[in-house]
């Protein structure tokens, strides 16, 4: 399957950015109704996978809250949820040290396992978090992102993504769950970061 059948490049249809954000953010990249339709259509796509598996959607803390939240309720089939934290950034670099937290009362053990994203940018923190989850026993370990940024510096043991809702070009991006320093997580369309 090449990228043009898993996910979708960003801003085919233009929204200005919000007055009230024009300080922060220099373009709007998806708007709410590109994420709303790219979400039923991943939720068909799992639903061909996962209907019959009761698998336990793995979100990734804070970043994809609101991305799995919407995934979730959209979602035709039964599946549980578990919760995750996983810390590696600091203001727009990453720190690359990944800690990560909340696995300690999941019981994983041969079960189907979606770790929900918000973005994969050098894949380290998915690279950790399937290392986890594989030694908490689960079945089978698969990914969807809200984003994956197109990076030379992704890490070389980074898993490839199964499901990616979009494609986004080398930028730092705010909203729809991303944050600047937990700032911006509110904004209901992904945008651009404006640099000061
Ligand atoms: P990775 O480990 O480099 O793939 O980065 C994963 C985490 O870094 C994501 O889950 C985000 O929380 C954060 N991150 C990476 N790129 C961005 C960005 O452009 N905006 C906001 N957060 C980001």
Redesign the pocket.
């Known amino acids: 399957m090449n990228k043009k059948d898993e996910g979708e490049g960003p801003n085919k249809h233009v929204m200005t950015v919000p007055h009230e954000w024009q300080h922060i953010v220099s373009q709007v990249l998806i708007t709410p109704s590109e994420i709303r339709k790219r979400i039923s259509e991943l939720a068909v796509q799992l639903s061909t996978v996962y209907s019959k598996q009761n698998p336990i959607l793995i979100i ?1 803390l804070k ?1 994809s809250f609101l991305f799995a939240s919407d995934l979730s309720r959209a979602l035709p089939f039964e599946h549980e949820v578990e919760f995750i934290k ?1 810390k ?2 600091k203001g727009t670099d ?1 720190t690359g040290i ?1 800690k990560i937290s909340g696995l300690e009362s999941a019981n994983l053990t041969n079960r189907h396992v979606l770790v929900i ?10 690279h950790h978090v399937y290392d986890r989850l594989t030694e908490a026993g689960a079945a089978s370990v698969k990914c969807c992102t809200l984003l994956e ?1 197109d990076t030379v510096r992704r890490h070389k043991d980074s898993p490839k993504p199964d499901y990616v809702a979009f494609y986004i070009p080398d ?4 909203g729809y769950g ?3 320093d937990q700032r911006f997580r509110h904004l209901p369309f992904v945008g651009v970061y404006k640099q000061p």
Do not use: N, P, R
């Open positions: 990734v970043g996983a590696s950034y990453s990944v994203e918000d973005i994969v940018d050098t894949g380290l923190t998915l940024k930028k730092f991006v705010l991303l944050d600047l």
